[in-house]
């Protein structure tokens, strides 16, 4: 079998659109956040999704030492807050540029995010410099479901929908 280049691979996952996320974590290891587009449903019984974080980011320890995350789901009007948790910036001005409350867990949750899944680390797989985490959600938050920000071509975008009456009100559910 032949053997495919880390740059040839992401050159081909650059076509792979994808939401982005701040997946935020808090608790006796620190609070910390970063961008994230490898984020995906997992099962709904009971309800889990996944994470893969790159083991040299610097909210590695904090997340794994924590063992909970929130995943805030990015609406279109987030893309400057995206890249500041996409890196290199202190976390305290990270978390310095938005509003933030919580729900079960703890972990910051972004209070004008599309969704937010509030979660425990159930478990963690080492796939090369990432880790997978199996994170079960035991609280959530959504908005009324209009709008995304989309990962694209190594660029931007918006996606969204005129008529949100499927995705139904503002909820909260589990919150502590
Ligand atoms: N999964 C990830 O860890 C991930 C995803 C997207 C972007 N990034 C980071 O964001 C920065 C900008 O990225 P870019 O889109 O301009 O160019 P890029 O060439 O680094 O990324 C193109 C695509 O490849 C994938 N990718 C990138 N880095 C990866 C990694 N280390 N492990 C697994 N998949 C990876 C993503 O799907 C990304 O959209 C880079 O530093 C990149 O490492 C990381
Ligand atoms: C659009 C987009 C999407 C992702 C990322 C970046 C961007 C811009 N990054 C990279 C991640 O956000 C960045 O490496 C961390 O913030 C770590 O940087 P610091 O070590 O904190 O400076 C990222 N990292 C990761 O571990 N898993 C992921 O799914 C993603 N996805």
């Not at 997992?42 to 590695?60: E, F, K, M, Q």
């Not at 305290?92 to 729900?103: D, K």
Request: with cysteine; net charge negative; glycine share 8%.
């Amino acid at each position: 079998m032949q053997d495919v280049a880390p740059r040839d691979y992401r050159d081909a996952m650059a076509c792979l659109g994808a939401a982005v996320s701040i997946v935020t974590t808090d608790g006796s290891a620190g609070r910390a956040g970063f961008t994230a587009s490898a984020i995906c449903s997992v099962t709904d019984d009971p309800p889990t999704l996944l994470v893969c974080i790159n083991r040299g980011s610097s909210a590695y320890a904090s997340v794994t030492r924590n063992k909970v995350v929130c995943v805030n789901v990015l609406s279109a009007r987030h893309e400057q807050l995206s890249r500041l948790f996409g890196g290199k910036v202190p976390a305290e001005e990270r978390f310095a540029a938005a509003a933030w409350s919580t729900l079960a867990t703890g972990a910051p949750v972004l209070t004008d995010c599309a969704a937010a899944f509030d979660c425990r680390i159930a478990d963690v797989v080492n796939v090369g410099t990432h880790d997978v985490l199996f994170c079960q959600i035991v609280a959530l938050q959504r908005s009324g479901c209009t709008d995304n920000l989309i990962y694209f071509g190594r660029a931007y975008h918006a996606v969204g929908v005129t008529n949100s009456a499927e995705a139904g009100p503002e909820s909260a559910v589990g919150r502590s």
